[in-house]
């Protein structure tokens, strides 16, 4: 049953309610968050949400389309104008937002697959080898609405790719993961989920490959350092030979990859970096533990 319009948070100006949907949730989920979360509270919301008809007008659904997903009514309203078109196939507001989040899914399916690509070169030396400004050019071919903090059709997540891309430099890493987590918003914290022993957050990646600054920036961030993660690494070493964990933290992954290592013969040399990460995620642990006995 319909109840009382006093007050009814659809009855705002849809400004104001575009505003109160960036609060309560991520971009490109705002859309979600209306239909799922307003429109069913009762007929009127969906009427006001969902039902738009030519006098109502739509302005709160192309807020969406152009805050969400870039989106431009006005350019779009003017290439129409140009061409004949049929008042059958025009399409509502809400089907336009739907079309542009299916548009956003698919450019993200590929500016993955081309970021894996760079990570996965074979030679350092290789035109297809990671770097910012490559990473820059995807980003921006297939943006600017990005769903860079869900998870791929593969399971996988933009920086974790980053982190364990095989022959960039970790200057190149580092700032890769910069451009992603301070330009395009990028979480410190999301994991994989490419296999169910396979589950890996960036911090992780970068410790057990013996990146320091990269864990260095990634704690400043708020990475967590109790994650529990699980797959499996290849030995800097003996590359024909890896290592496995499961549900093991970014500290305890560390520690057995430094072990493996130096049951093969690694050089002390070699293990200064992984060993450095070891120390700055042992030197939080401990920060966290003192800081959790003050507090009782």
């Known amino acids: 049953e319909d109840v009382g319009d006093s007050g009814a948070i659809w009855k705002l100006p849809e400004i104001l309610l575009y505003q109160i949907a960036q609060f309560c949730s991520p971009p490109t989920e705002r859309a979600a ?24 007008g739509s302005g709160l659904w192309d807020l969406v389309l152009q805050g969400d997903y870039g989106v431009n009514k006005e350019k779009e309203l003017r290439a129409t104008a140009r061409r004949r078109s049929c008042k059958r196939l025009k399409r509502s507001p809400v089907y336009q937002v739907r079309d542009a989040h299916k548009l956003m899914i698919d450019n993200t399916e590929l500016a993955y697959f081309y970021l894996w690509e760079l990570s996965c070169s074979s030679s ?52 890769c993961c910069e451009e992603l987590v301070e330009q395009r918003g990028a979480l410190v914290n999301k994991p994989t989920n490419e296999a169910s022993n396979s589950t890996l957050t960036p911090l992780c990646v970068a410790s057990v490959r013996g990146m320091p600054k990269v864990v260095e920036y990634l704690l400043s961030k708020g990475a967590f350092t109790d994650t529990k993660c699980s797959g ?16 093991s933290s970014p500290l305890e992954f560390s520690q057995a990859m430094l072990a493996a290592e130096e049951k093969e013969g690694a050089k002390s040399s070699d293990l200064v970096d992984l060993k450095n990460c070891i120390k700055i995620l042992q030197l939080k642990l401990d920060l966290k533990r003192e800081a959790r006995k003050q507090d009782r």
């Open 232 to 247: 499996r690494f290849r030995l800097h070493t003996n590359p024909k030979k890896t290592i496995r964990c499961s549900k």
């Open 124 to 175: 350092p030396k290789s035109k297809n080898c990671l770097t910012k400004m490559k990473l820059v050019r995807i980003l921006d071919k297939f943006g600017p609405c990005l769903m860079l903090n869900k998870t791929v059709s593969s399971g996988g997540t933009f920086l974790v790719e980053v982190c364990r891309s095989r022959n960039a430099t970790a200057h190149t890493i580092l700032k």
């Open 33 to 56: 968050f209306f239909c799922h979360k307003i429109a069913p509270l009762c007929r009127a919301s969906y009427k006001a949400i969902l039902v738009q008809d030519e006098k109502s």
